[in-house]
Nanobody, 118 residues
Framework: VQLVESGGGLVQPGGSLRLSCAAS????????MGWYRQAPGKERELVAM?????DITYANFVKGRFTISRVKNMVYLQMNSLKPEDTAVYYC???????????????WGQGTQVTVSS
């Protein structure tokens, strides 16, 4: 299973970016897809997670500014009202069952840099 992110870049404070993540490979069932981020010198932290039974979780620091959505094996993160403290590498994360009856495995993308600066 491969996760490929796109959409990062440099944006001014108050601006917007839309991240995309495409999942491909042997996928029988996908349980969840979401986004984490890691800023320099900090731990990786959850940004938003979409569980396919319908539950969505947002970190408190992005509520009202970021929106996660999904279409088939793509997950998106619409980021509005960006702040300098949102600067980080954003990673796509997914939990996948590769075969019927197999255990779920967790996968990560390679990350995409988001820089918020004037």
């Amino acid at each position: 299973v491969q996760l490929v992110e796109s959409g990062g870049g440099l944006v001014q404070p108050g601006g917007s970016l839309r991240l995309s993540c495409a999942a491909s490979g042997r996928i029988f069932n996908m349980n969840r897809m979401g986004w984490y981020r890691q800023a320099p010198g900090k731990e990786r932290e959850l940004v938003a997670m979409l569980v396919f039974v319908g539950d969505i979780t947002y970190a408190n620091f992005v509520k009202g500014r970021f929106t996660i959505s999904r279409v088939k094996n793509m997950v998106y993160l619409q980021m509005n009202s960006l702040k300098p403290e949102d600067t980080a590498v954003y990673y796509c994360n997914a939990e996948v069952e590769e075969f019927r009856g197999s255990e779920s495995s967790e996968y990560w993308g390679q990350g995409t840099q988001v820089t918020v600066s004037s």
